[in-house]
Structures are given as structure tokens and as C-alpha cells.
């Protein structure tokens, strides 16, 4: 029963970490699916923006716009648009070097012609933080969910190895005082029934050598009686 008992919680706390770490996957998946397209929306953006300026040659206005997005959005850190022949001319804003971002990029097609790249670097931060988050709530869930298979295993525990010893000692301590009718019954088909069948065997053959020895000793205070009279 104990080793019975100790294989489910194994069993069962394998299921729950896999069960957990499945989930967290599958949702950071997700989750970098979803920052993804918006990285790639907005790249695509700011280049169609930038085509607009680019086809009245007002290239201040591109540094502008690229400013004004980079100020507005709060994740984007940096962005840069390469135009021009070889595009040779640069426009940039924001930090190239602060860590923790993606890197999206975008060829500005006009006429079947690329006519501008842009490179935007797009933080990592509130998408990490949301999964470190998940990963403690998940964390949470998978030790209330151990605690109330622990709790299942005490009260197996109770039903299954407790209750059954209580009943078998409350039996031989009642054979002690020499109750001899005492009858021990588990309800179970495990180790403590077959002790308890095994038990009860062993009271009932208790009880006929216990017979046997009456009889005998009756049989011979008759024949004393028999001889005595004679």
C-alpha cells in the first residue's frame, strides 16, 4: 500500500510539471507570435511613412517621423531608415545599444524597386515580464495543486493503512483479554485483508484447539469419575 501511495505522488507530480511546463510553452509561443506581428506591423509602418517624405526628397521630415514614433511608443528603442543609392543616407533615433529587444526589418518597395530598408529594435520587456509572471502563477498552481494531491494521499493514507491497523489491534488486544469471538473485518482486498482473513483463521483454530482441550479435559474427569466409583 505504502509503496502503492508513494508511486502515485511520483506519478502525479511528474503529470503536473509536465502538465505546467506544456502549458508555459505553448503560451510564451503565443505570446512571441503575437509581439511578433506587432513588431513586423510596425516596421512596415514606419516604412510607409517614410515613403511618403522620401517621394518629395524631404528627408528632415523622415529623422522627424522616425523621432515622433520612437517617442510615442515607449517599446520601440530604436529605429533607423537607410535610403537613398547604395542607401548611403542614414536617419536614426533612440539607442542602438540598450539590450533586451527584437530586431525587425523592412524593404520599402516602390515600382518593384527597394527604395529604403528600415531596422527598428523593439523591447522584450513588457513580453518578459508578463512570462516571468506566468511562470509564477504557474509555479503557484502546480504547488496548490501538489498540496491537494498530498491531502488525497493522507486521507488514502487513513482510509487504507490506518483505519485497517487500528481495527487488527483493537482484535488482538480483545484475543488479550480473551475474547475469543473477535472477528476482524478491513473491507479491503490488500495486504491488511489478507492479514485480517489470515488473523481470523488464526483465532478460529485458536478457538478449536482451545475446544479440543476442553473436551479432552472433560473426557478425562469423567473417566476419573468412572474409576473412582468403581
Do not use: C
Request: charged content about 20%; proline content about 1%; overall charge negative.
Amino acid at each position: 500500500v505504502s509503496l502503492s501511495i508513494l508511486l502515485l505522488l511520483g506519478i502525479s507530480s511528474l503529470i503536473v510539471g509536465a502538465i505546467s511546463f506544456a502549458s508555459f510553452k505553448s503560451i510564451r509561443v503565443e505570446m512571441y507570435k503575437w509581439f511578433d506581428r506587432n513588431g513586423q506591423i510596425l516596421t512596415e509602418s514606419i516604412g510607409n511613412k517614410a515613403l511618403e517624405h522620401l517621394g518629395y526628397y524631404d528627408y528632415d521630415a523622415v529623422e522627424q517621423m522616425l523621432k515622433q514614433e520612437v517617442d510615442r511608443d515607449m517599446d520601440l528603442i530604436y529605429g533607423q531608415i537607410q535610403f537613398d543609392a547604395n542607401f548611403s543616407e542614414v536617419r536614426e533615433f533612440g539607442d542602438p545599444e540598450i539590450s533586451g529587444f527584437k530586431k525587425y526589418e523592412h524593404d520599402v518597395i516602390e515600382d518593384d524597386s527597394v527604395v529604403a530598408k528600415v531596422t527598428i529594435h523593439y523591447s522584450t520587456k513588457v513580453v518578459d515580464s508578463k512570462l516571468s509572471s506566468l511562470i509564477v502563477y504557474t509555479s503557484i498552481g502546480a504547488v496548490f495543486t501538489l498540496i491537494a494531491l498530498l491531502a488525497a494521499l493522507y486521507f488514502l493514507m487513513v482510509v487504507l493503512v490506518n483505519r485497517p491497523l487500528i481495527k487488527l489491534v483493537a482484535a488482538v488486544r480483545n484475543i488479550a483479554d480473551g475474547d475469543l469471538l473477535t472477528i476482524v473485518e478491513t473491507g479491503t482486498q490488500d495486504e491488511f485483508g489478507e492479514l485480517a482473513s489470515t488473523f481470523n483463521q488464526m483465532t478460529n483454530r485458536l478457538k478449536d484447539v482451545i475446544s479440543d482441550v476442553k473436551t479432552a479435559s472433560m473426557s478425562v474427569t469423567s473417566a476419573s469419575h468412572a474409576m473412582n466409583s468403581s
